[in-house]
C-alpha cells in the first residue's frame, strides 16, 4: 500500500493505492480532527505501515507529516516541482485535488523518495519563532516604509509607536531565539560550527538551524542547494535555443533571502569565498551570477561542516574543535 496526499490549508485529499494499482479516496479536514480520521480510515483498510508522500506546500502539510511517523508510517515531503514533472510526463490534463492525491502516490511508487526526517520540538520551536521573526520584521518594514511618504503629523506618531512596538517585539523574539539555541547541546554545537564559517553571522545560523534542520541527512551538498532554489536552471532546445542559466528558485525562499548578504560579507572576509569570486569574475560572469553562486557555496560549505562535524577551516588544514 502507498498514501498519496494533497494537502490545502482547510483540507487534505488522500489515495490510497495497493501494489496491484487498485485505489481508495477520502478527503480530511487539515486539522487534528482530520488527522485521527485519517489514522482510522488506513486502520479500517489494514494498514499497518506504509509509505505516504506529500508536497512541501506551504506550512500546511507540516501537522499531517509529523503525526504520521508518530503511527509508524514513513513519510517523503517532495519538492513540488518534481509532483508537476511526473504528472506531465503521465500527459495528465485534469487537474483536482482527488486526482493530484492520486498523482502523487504513483510519483510514491514510482520513484520512491527518500524518507522525511522529522524534526525535534526543540527545531520546531525554532523554526515557529524564525518565522514569525520573519513576519514581524516584514511588518516593521512595511510601516517604515509608510512612515517615510506619510504626511500628516497624527499617522507619523501613530506609525512610529507601531515602529517601536514592532521593534521591541524582535528583539524579544532574538533573544528567545538565542536561548533556545543555548540551552541544547546539539544546536549549541551546530551554531558554533556554522559560525565557524566567515560570512555567517547568528542571524543566519538560526535561520539555517530552523530552515534546513535536516541539512545533515541530504545525500549531497548540491541536493541542499537544491532544496533552498539555488542550482541554476538551464534552458536548452535543438541547436540554437540556448537561454541563459538562472536560479531555479525551486525551493525554500527564506534560505534564500537570509543568504543574500552573507554572501557579499563572505566575499570581503572569507578567503576560499573571495578567491572563488574571483575566479569567477576573471570568466566574466555578472555580479548577480557570483553572489548567486556565492550563496551556493555557503550551502555547501554549511553541508560539510554539519554532515562531518567539522568547522570550516579555509586552509583545508586540521580544524580546531569548538568550543561548547
Given at each position: 500500500m502507498i498514501l498519496g496526499i494533497d494537502l490545502s490549508k482547510r483540507y487534505f485529499d488522500a489515495t490510497l493505492r495497493s501494489t496491484a494499482g487498485a485505489t481508495w479516496y477520502a478527503r480530511f479536514t487539515n486539522d487534528a480532527a482530520g488527522i485521527a480520521a485519517l489514522l482510522a480510515w488506513l486502520r479500517s483498510h489494514g494498514v499497518q505501515t506504509l509509505p505516504a508522500c506529500m508536497e512541501a506546500t506551504n506550512i500546511y502539510w507540516e501537522e499531517v507529516a509529523q503525526r504520521l511517523p508518530e503511527q509508524g508510517y514513513t513519510v517523503s515531503v517532495v519538492n513540488p516541482a518534481r509532483i508537476k514533472g511526473f504528472a506531465q510526463s503521465q500527459l495528465r490534463r485534469n487537474k483536482t485535488d482527488k486526482q493530484d492525491s492520486a498523482v502523487i502516490a504513483g510519483f510514491c511508487a514510482a520513484m520512491q523518495p527518500a524518507a522525511w526526517q522529522p524534526p525535534s520540538e526543540l527545531q520546531r520551536r525554532l523554526r515557529s519563532l524564525e518565522r514569525h521573526r520573519d513576519d514581524l520584521q516584514q511588518s516593521l518594514t512595511q510601516q517604515k516604509n509608510r512612515l517615510a511618504t506619510s504626511k500628516e503629523p497624527a499617522v507619523q506618531?501613530?506609525?512610529?509607536?507601531?515602529?517601536?512596538?514592532?521593534?521591541?517585539?524582535?528583539?524579544?523574539?532574538?533573544?528567545?531565539?538565542a536561548e533556545l539555541v543555548e540551552q541544547d547541546e546539539t544546536l549549541r554545537h551546530n551554531k558554533a560550527l556554522l559560525r565557524s564559517i566567515k560570512g555567517i553571522g547568528d542571524k543566519t545560523a538560526?535561520?539555517?538551524?530552523?530552515?534546513l534542520y535536516d541539512l545533515p541527512h541530504y545525500e549531497t551538498?548540491?541536493?541542499?542547494?537544491?532544496?533552498?532554489?539555488?542550482?541554476?536552471?538551464?534552458f536548452e532546445s535543438g541547436d540554437t535555443v540556448r537561454r541563459k542559466p538562472k536560479l531555479?528558485?525551486?525551493?525554500?525562499?527564506?534560505?534564500r533571502r537570509i543568504l543574500y548578504f552573507?554572501?557579499?560579507?563572505?566575499?570581503r572576509f572569507n578567503p576560499l569565498i573571495r578567491a572563488f569570486a574571483e575566479r569567477l569574475r576573471q570568466r566574466g560572469k555578472p555580479e548577480k551570477v557570483i553572489i548567486a553562486a556565492v550563496m551556493r557555496k555557503l550551502v555547501h560549505l554549511s553541508f560539510g561542516v554539519l554532515k562531518h562535524q567539522t568547522p570550516f577551516d579555509p586552509k583545508w588544514g586540521l580544524a580546531q574543535p569548538i568550543p561548547t
Open positions: 506618531a501613530s506609525l512610529q509607536r507601531l515602529i517601536d512596538a514592532l521593534q521591541q517585539e524582535l528583539a524579544q523574539v532574538d533573544q528567545q531565539v538560526y535561520k539555517l538551524l530552523a530552515e551538498a548540491r541536493a541542499a542547494a537544491a532544496d533552498a532554489g539555488l542550482t541554476p536552471a538551464h531555479s528558485k525551486v525551493g525554500k525562499a527564506a534560505i552573507p554572501a557579499i560579507t563572505a566575499m
